[in-house]
Every structure is written in structure tokens, then in C-alpha cells.
T-cell receptor, first 115, second 112 residues
Framework: ETGVTQTPRHLVMGMTNKKSLKCEQHLGHNAMYWYKQSAKKPLELMFVYSLEERVENNSVPSRFSPECPNSSHLFLHLHTLQPEDSALYLC??????????????FGPGTRLTVL | GNSVTQMEGPVTLSEEAFLTINCTYTATGYPSLFWYVQYPGEGLQLLLKATKADDKGSNKGFEATYRKETTSFHLEKGSVQVSDSAVYFCALTEYNFNKFYFGSGTKLNVKP
């Protein structure tokens, strides 16, 4: 595997379910990100992790819970979601904040539908 | 604060037409500028970048020049193909920061 991978690619869940999204990067990066992409809305940054420490949380509802067990893996745990949470969830990684200009590398996304 | 504004789409062109997608930015420091492309059903891919004023980024026939005087980074291509149909995002980040600021995206439709 190369680059940034995300699983599952598609997920349908009810509002009472608990599920998790997984992201893995094979680039040796130290920073990882979750974004939400909704139709006709700008890309929304949700969480930023640098060296496994959460450095940013953009007022995301508590029904989204991130976890970064090591620099290669990032999870987004989901529980009691709402239909408006249906979106494409994108994971990205970059080298780290102390390496100057860091382009972000994106995974293919998980298409989430909440019924 | 930092922000990116890009032209609203969709932009519809015929094959071999000239493409311009406008992007302007606001930044507190000295940003790097990027264009990302998102093909249907996929994540964002870096298309090109420029890290300082007057730099020109180029890739796959696309070009953009970092214009500090007009705070712009317009994307251009001389002859588009059907395979260029995608959503294009302008973005900026600043030195020693993890955070990217993305524009809202411009959808390009190229017809044969």
C-alpha cells in the first residue's frame, strides 16, 4: 500500500449505530487530519493531530471522536449521528508543522450516509 | 485572518478551449499556494504549488503564478481535455503551520 488509505470507502448507518472510520498513511508523516466535505459547502477541517497529539479541534460535535494511536493511523469514531452528518470524510497527512511548507496528501475518502 | 476565494462554478468548456479559474487570497504572513484537483469519487490530489512571490507552479499542462501584488493564484491551461473534468480547489498554508485554508472549489466540465 502507498499513500493514504481509508476504510471503509462507503458506510451506511442508522442514527443509533456506532461505527469507526480508519485512515492509514504510508508516507512517514507526523501530522494527520480529518476533513468533512458536504455537497455545495467548503471543505471543513475537523481535527488535526501532530505527533499523535490533538492540536486542533474545530468545534466539532462530541458525536465525532478522533483517535490517533500512532503517527500512521487515525480513526474517527462515530455515534448517534444525525442525517446532516452525511458527507464525504477525508483523511490527509503531511510531514509535520516544523518542516516548513507542508503539502497535504489525501486519502480517497469515506462516503457516509446516515439514515 | 487567512482565507481563499475562488470563482464559483460550474465552468463548462469545449475540448481544447482555454481555461482560467480565478483564485485570490488573504493571508497574515507569507503563504504557500496550492491547487488541488478532485476527480469524481476520489480524494484531493495536489496539482501544483508555489512557495513564494513570482513562482510559477506547473503540472500536466496547468500553470499558476503566485502574484503577491494582486494576491492571486489563477489556474490556467491552454487546451483542456475531457479528462480534466473535476473539481479544482485553491488553498494556502503558512510556514510552520499545519493548517490549510481551502477555497470552496470550482467544478469544471469539459465537453467533447
Amino acid at each position: 500500500e502507498t499513500g493514504v488509505t481509508q476504510t471503509p470507502r462507503h458506510l451506511v448507518m442508522g442514527m443509533t449505530n456506532k461505527k469507526s472510520l480508519k485512515c492509514e498513511q504510508h508516507l512517514g508523516h507526523n501530522a494527520m487530519y480529518w476533513y468533512k466535505q458536504s455537497a455545495k459547502k467548503p471543505l471543513e477541517l475537523m481535527f488535526v493531530y501532530s505527533l499523535e497529539e490533538r492540536v486542533e479541534n474545530n468545534s466539532v460535535p462530541s458525536r465525532f471522536s478522533p483517535e490517533c494511536p500512532n503517527s500512521s493511523h487515525l480513526f474517527l469514531h462515530l455515534h448517534t449521528l444525525q442525517p446532516e452528518d452525511s458527507a464525504l470524510y477525508l483523511c490527509a497527512s503531511s510531514r509535520d508543522r516544523t518542516s516548513g511548507y507542508n503539502e497535504q496528501f489525501f486519502g480517497p475518502g469515506t462516503r457516509l450516509t446516515v439514515l | 485572518g487567512n482565507s481563499v476565494t475562488q470563482m464559483e462554478g460550474p465552468v463548462t468548456l469545449s475540448e481544447e478551449a482555454f481555461l482560467t479559474i480565478n483564485c485570490t487570497y488573504t493571508a497574515t504572513g507569507y503563504p504557500s499556494l496550492f491547487w488541488y484537483v478532485q476527480y469524481p469519487g476520489e480524494g484531493l490530489q495536489l496539482l501544483l504549488k508555489a512557495t513564494k512571490a513570482d513562482d510559477k507552479g506547473s503540472n500536466k499542462g496547468f500553470e499558476a503564478t503566485y502574484r503577491k501584488e494582486t494576491t492571486s493564484f489563477h489556474l490556467e491551461k491552454g487546451s483542456v481535455q475531457v479528462s480534466d473534468s473535476a473539481v479544482y480547489f485553491c488553498a494556502l498554508t503558512e510556514y510552520n503551520f499545519n493548517k490549510f485554508y481551502f477555497g470552496s472549489g470550482t467544478k469544471l466540465n469539459v465537453k467533447p
